[in-house]
């Protein structure tokens, strides 16, 4: 299995700046997808950010693209979701997530690896 946990969250002011980072237990194969999540109190779990393991393809929600960036260190194995201009909505649980020879997906039922979150709160 592979076991995630996230880290980084925290209360942050509108319009600053977190980056989270995922850690994997064990080693990440070239092959494998990362992919960033978040859900907010009484809504659906959402889709933010995705890469491939192998290169830097990436994809990103609309209400990500300008603002955050996700990227990886094979070597840590972790992968960061960097996230700039904060605003309250962006107020949730981020989860990442993990899934071997698979595309960059915004789909959560294509990944079977998931940590157990990190609370991102924006205050205006």
């Known amino acids: 299995q592979v076991q995630l946990v996230e880290s980084g969250g925290g209360l942050v002011q509108a319009g600053g700046s977190l980056r989270l980072s995922c850690v994997a237990s064990?080693?990440?194969?070239?092959?494998?997808?990362v992919g960033w999540f978040r859900q907010a109190p009484g809504k659906e779990r959402e889709f933010v950010a995705a890469?491939?393991?192998?290169?830097?393809?990436?994809t990103y929600a609309d209400s990500s693209k300008g603002r955050f960036t996700i990227s990886r260190d094979n070597n840590k194995r972790t992968a960061y979701l960097q996230m700039n201009s904060l605003k309250p909505e962006d107020t949730a649980v981020y989860y990442c997530?993990?899934?071997?020879?698979?595309?960059?997906?915004?789909?959560?039922?294509?990944?079977?690896?998931w940590g157990q979150g990190t609370q991102v709160t924006v205050s205006s």
């Open positions: 064990r080693h990440f194969f070239s092959s494998y997808t």
């Open positions: 997530a993990a899934e071997a020879s698979l595309r960059p997906s915004e789909y959560e039922a294509e990944y079977r690896y």
């Open positions: 890469i491939t393991w192998n290169g830097s393809t990436t």
